[in-house]
């Protein structure tokens, strides 16, 4: 029996297909949500709206420092887990790590997906969590042959499978944002805890508050960052919006000019939405989008830099087809593991 570990929302993202695909072929399953974001916007709106069960358990691990939150995290796992032979872990986050140390420790078959991404930095947390993670994997799921070469070291079977992302987003219906043919605006996303410090988040609200006063914005803030503004008394001149679902981001990229994200996942969509994006990071997750000219990386303090070469970056289309994927990787993973 299997054990889905997910404690964000992009994990949510990733199971929804998964799930579908474990209903549908049989497979026993029970999912463990570690709480480490949870708020109504961001957890259980996002499980109702996936059409995900509701967790067979959920912990509560929201607001520690991490090394608490790590720790506590791996002790309740490991009571939950005895019952199950397998256990699937998503991405990059600490739930995603104490998922993989609880199952290793416990002789559990860990199942990776999103396995392979690979940055030059180990500055970012969530590097480090991936090769960690990717370390201790008997499954790993890629998005790409290029994810699969990152791995040759491994001793787990590694298996490329496409984006999982790709399949949740073709199964939503996506309709206009409020603003689409209204006014045209900016969709941003900032949360990364490298642009959540004071100097980095000063310079990049105060490009946007600069931005905000010829086209505008929309900004769906994230806790962390809320909680840094407040903290860092940083003034924020256009309005800014509450979380938002997932269904409620696709609509307002849908709508967008272009995007200006830190996201793992918010560049992609506006890829499949075929929107330009310029990525607010020192190093791509997905550097095939900027290979292709379908998003610019800027630094912290070059946002408006790039803002001004927007126009050179080319419309996404999918003459390239498997970019990435073809919308079929929930079904290649579960045929590997019912195998």
Excluded at 143 to 171: C, P, Q, R, T, W
Excluded at 174 to 197: C, L
Aim: aromatic fraction near 10%.
């Amino acid at each position: 029996m299997f054990l889905h570990v997910v404690g964000a929302r992009p994990q949510f993202m990733k199971l929804a297909p998964l799930a579908q695909q474990f209903e549908k072929k049989g497979m026993d399953y029970d999912i463990l949500h570690t709480g480490q974001h949870y708020d109504k916007n961001m957890s259980d709106d996002f499980f109702k709206e996936l059409g995900i069960k509701k967790p067979d358990y959920l912990l509560d691990h929201n607001g520690k420092p991490y090394p608490e939150l790590l720790s506590d995290m791996i002790e309740d796992i490991s009571y939950h887990i005895n019952q199950y032979t397998d256990v699937v872990v998503y991405g990059d986050t600490l739930s995603t790590l104490a998922g993989s140390l609880a199952a290793s420790f416990s002789g559990k078959t860990l199942h990776h997906v999103e396995s392979g991404l690979r940055l030059p930095s180990l500055q970012m947390p969530e590097e480090r969590i991936r090769r960690m993670v990717d370390e201790v994997s008997d499954h790993l799921y890629c998005i790409s042959e290029s994810d699969a070469k990152n791995l040759s070291h491994v001793n787990g079977d590694v298996h490329v499978v496409g984006d999982i992302m790709y399949d949740n987003f073709l199964h939503r219906e996506v309709s206009d944002s409020p603003f689409y043919g209204i006014i045209p605006y900016v969709f941003v996303t900032i949360h990364r805890e490298e642009n959540t410090h004071k100097k980095e988040l000063t310079f990049i609200i105060e490009q946007l508050n600069q931005l905000s006063k010829t086209i505008d914005i929309v900004f769906p803030v994230h806790p962390r960052t809320q909680a840094a503004i407040d903290e860092y008394n940083i003034s924020v001149e256009f309005p800014i919006h509450d979380t938002m679902s997932q269904l409620q981001t696709l609509q307002y990229i849908n709508g967008c000019e272009y995007v200006i994200s830190d996201s793992g996942g918010v560049p992609k969509e506006a890829y499949w939405m075929k929107k330009k994006s310029i990525v607010v990071l020192k190093d791509l997750v997905y550097p095939v989008l900027e290979e292709h000219n379908y998003c610019m990386r800027a630094d912290y303090n070059k946002i408006l830099r790039c803002v001004n070469n927007i126009d050179k970056l080319d419309t996404p289309s999918f003459m390239v087809k498997n970019l990435l994927g073809y919308g079929d990787a929930a079904h290649r993973i579960t045929e590997i593991m019912n195998a």
